[in-house]
C-alpha cells in the first residue's frame, strides 16, 4: 500500500473535510503509532500503521459496515442455539466478526447497524457519547397530555429509574385506535421506549427505530433485507462520534 499524507487519508475516512482533518492534526488530536503526529504532511500507510482520531482507532479498508431493516421475530445476537438472529439473515461468508451496534428487542423492526468495527460500535452506543436514536411507535391507550414535556424533563420509570431527557412528539389518533409517536433517545436501557411509553398510559403495539445518529433506515430495504453503507454515511457516522467522550 503507497503511503499517503496524512491530513488527506483522514478526510477521505470520516474526519471531515481535508482542512478539517489538518487543524485536527495541529492540535494534537491524531496519532500514528501511540504518538501523537502534529504535522499534516506526514506519510502514513493506513494498512499498517495505527492511526487514531480522537482516542477512535481509524477506519481501515477490512473493515465493514451495513444497515439492515430488521424484521420481528430475529434477535440482536451474533449467535443463539435456538433463535434467529440478525447475522443469520446474511450469507455465511458475510458474517465473520459483524456484530450488532446496540440491541432491538425481538419484535421490533427498523434500522439495524452491522459492523466489525468495534471502536465505531462502542463510540456510538457509549452512554456518554449522546447519539440520537429516533423510533416511531404505534401506541394504545390514552397518552398522558403532559407526556412530552415529561419526557423532555427527564422521565420517571416504574421502577424508579429516571431516564435522559427525551424527545416526544405525539400524531394523530388513527382509525384503529392507536397512535402514531415519535421518540428520540440518547440512551439505550433495557426495552426503554415501551417502558417510557408505559410511564405515560401507553402501550407500545409496533416499535421501528428510524435512524441511529446521522444514519437514516433506507426506505428502498425491505425488512429483512440489508447494504452496505455508502462512503457518506460512514463519514457522517465517523463525525457524529469524533471529539472528547
Ligand atoms: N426501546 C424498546 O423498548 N425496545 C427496543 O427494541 C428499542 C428501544
Known sequence: MARERLDKMLAGRGAGTRREAAARIRAGLVTVNGAPCRDPACKVDPDSDQICVDGIALRTRRE???MMNKPAG???ATEDA???TVLSLLPEAER???APVGRLDK???GLMLLTDDGALNHALTSPRRHVDKQYRALVSGHLDAEA???FAAGLKLADGTVCRPAGLTIGECREDGLTEVLV???EGRYHQVKRMIAAVG???EVLERLSMGPLRLDGKLARGQYRALTEDEISELFRAVSGPE
Do not use: E, M, N, W
Open 64 to 66: 465493514r459496515y451495513f
Open 96 to 98: 465473520c466478526g459483524l
Open 148 to 150: 412530552p414535556a415529561r
Open 184 to 186: 428520540t433517545l440518547q
Open 107 to 109: 419484535d421490533t423492526v
Open 202 to 204: 401507553g402501550h407500545v
Open 74 to 76: 430475529v434477535i440482536s
Open 82 to 84: 435456538k433463535q434467529q
